[in-house]
């Protein structure tokens, strides 16, 4: 029993020790901002979990063996020879699962109807294919409620839309050799309604993370009130989105948005201005009054 505690122990620390891992894992992620994508944590999340248990499974297994040679020790002879004659729990479970009545029995069996010659049998289904069929059936109710309930993984179609999207940024991107007449100095904002609605569609896709959809910040700052930690107005707006704020989970986002991108989102960050959504975060930073802009 000693032995078994102390394994007890082990496992727990080891499990405990892993959460640990796993909880400064996801914490630096949020923090960090870009880098691993959410999905791609999820599955080595799911990966780690899986690994963890198969391993306990594994402890499990050598800890029911010890057992079984200390339980052996103490048996007598003739113990030990009526346990040989049993079948082994392999042949037992084997039996178990493929329970169907046998081939002697079918008279009784025999359903009284006859289509053409070809009779049928009152037979169960092997507990096995039942065993499988369940399975199905919790598995539709974990995968409803995921994917269409609580919605914590996106269906295919979303996924689809996400990873064209992010080819389109990108052909965009490559498309960048277009010649801008602006920069961040004398940027003006767009009141197209196509660019802004671009603008838009990038933002919820890409800031909306930080920021929430409505601008009204999380992880980064409010963005519909007056006050910036950076400077308000167009030209301060492309700024931080061109060269990111160094140290913080602000990036640069002039790789993957070409200037007229920078300068839709820019406009559309603009837009956001006295919308005042529910639940934003208090004003940060200074006051911006803008001077003719
Ligand atoms: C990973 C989180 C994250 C993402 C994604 C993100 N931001 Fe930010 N953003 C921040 C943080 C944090 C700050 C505050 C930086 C600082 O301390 O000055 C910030 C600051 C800003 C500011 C300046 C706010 C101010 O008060 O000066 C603007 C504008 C901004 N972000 C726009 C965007 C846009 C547009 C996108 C999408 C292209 C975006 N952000 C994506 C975290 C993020």
Redesign the pocket.
């Known amino acids: 029993m000693n032995i078994l505690r102390k394994f007890k122990h082990k496992t727990s620390a080891l499990m405990v020790a892993i959460l640990m891992l796993l909880g400064t894992k996801s914490y630096a992620q949020?923090?960090?901002?870009?880098g691993i994508s959410q999905e791609t944590m999820l599955y080595i999340t799911f990966g780690l979990v899986f690994l963890v248990s198969l391993l306990v499974l594994l402890v499990a297994i050598y800890v029911l063996q010890l057992l079984k040679g200390f339980i052996r020790k103490e048996m007598t002879e003739e113990q030990l020879a009526r346990q040989e004659a049993e079948p082994g729990w392999f042949a037992k479970l084997w039996a178990k699962w493929n329970d169907f009545r046998p081939m002697e029995e079918e008279e009784e069996l025999l359903l009284d109807h006859d289509y053409d010659g070809i009779k049928e049998l009152d037979n169960h289904l092997p507990p096995w294919w039942k065993g499988l069929f369940y399975v199905t059936v919790v598995y539709a109710v974990v995968y409803l409620l995921i994917f269409h309930v609580f919605k914590t993984a996106p269906l295919q179609e979303e996924q689809y839309e996400r990873e064209i999207a992010a080819a389109e940024a990108l052909k965009a991107n490559a498309e960048a050799d277009l010649v801008v007449d602006f920069d961040e100095n004398t940027v003006t904002a767009t009141t197209d309604a196509t660019e802004l609605a671009d603008g838009q569609k990038?933002?919820e896709a890409?800031?909306?993370?930080?920021?929430k959809a409505d601008g009204g910040g999380?992880?980064?700052?409010?963005?519909t009130d007056e006050?910036?930690?950076?400077?308000?107005g167009i030209s301060?707006?492309y700024k931080?989105?061109k060269n990111?704020?160094p140290n913080?989970?602000?990036?640069s986002?002039e790789s993957?948005?070409n200037p007229i991108r920078?300068r839709n989102?820019?406009s559309?960050?603009m837009t956001l201005q006295g919308t005042n959504p529910p639940g934003a975060l208090p004003p940060?930073?200074e006051l911006y009054e803008p001077e003719n802009e």
Request: proline share 2%; with cysteine.
């Open positions: 949020t923090t960090a901002g870009s990038f933002f890409q800031c909306a993370v930080c920021h999380l992880a980064g700052p409010n963005l006050y910036w930690r950076n400077g308000g301060n707006i931080v989105i990111g704020v913080t989970a602000m990036i986002w993957q948005l920078m989102v820019a559309y960050v940060d930073g």
